[in-house]
């Protein structure tokens, strides 16, 4: 079973970087979309930034221009890169991947177990 999981949470200051990192535990044969979700404390879990193969990428507008969506499907990973990170930011930051585990698979969807980023002066 692939697993998703997380790295590069932490607490940074107002203004500061975080370069999240996903990677799959699994071989896989490719990731049709990734995506960085994000729940803050008594929220409801929302949409940061998204990447397809069809090269479509969305950012939430809270985020544009400070965040960045990469992947690299033959390391197996997604990242996100965030500048400019604001108290608002703070959130359990997931990952997402709809992916093909094989040629012959059709894509399934698979969740990390999360992260905390915590932006705090």
Wanted: proline share 2%; charged share 20%.
């Amino acid at each position: 079973q692939v697993q998703l999981v997380e790295s590069g949470g932490g607490l940074v200051q107002p203004g500061g970087s975080l370069r999240l990192s996903c990677a799959a535990t699994e071989s896989i044969f490719s990731i049709n979309v990734m995506a960085w979700y994000r729940q803050a404390p008594g929220k409801e879990r929302e949409l940061v930034a998204r990447s397809t193969s069809g090269g479509r990428v969305d950012y939430a507008d809270s985020v544009k221009g400070r965040f960045t969506i990469s992947g690299d499907s033959a390391k197996k990973m997604v990242y996100l890169q965030m500048n400019s990170l604001k108290v608002e930011d703070t959130a359990v930051y997931y990952c997402y991947a709809a992916l093909r585990r094989f040629h012959y698979s059709a894509p399934e969807n698979y969740w990390g177990q999360g992260t905390q980023v915590t932006v705090s002066s």
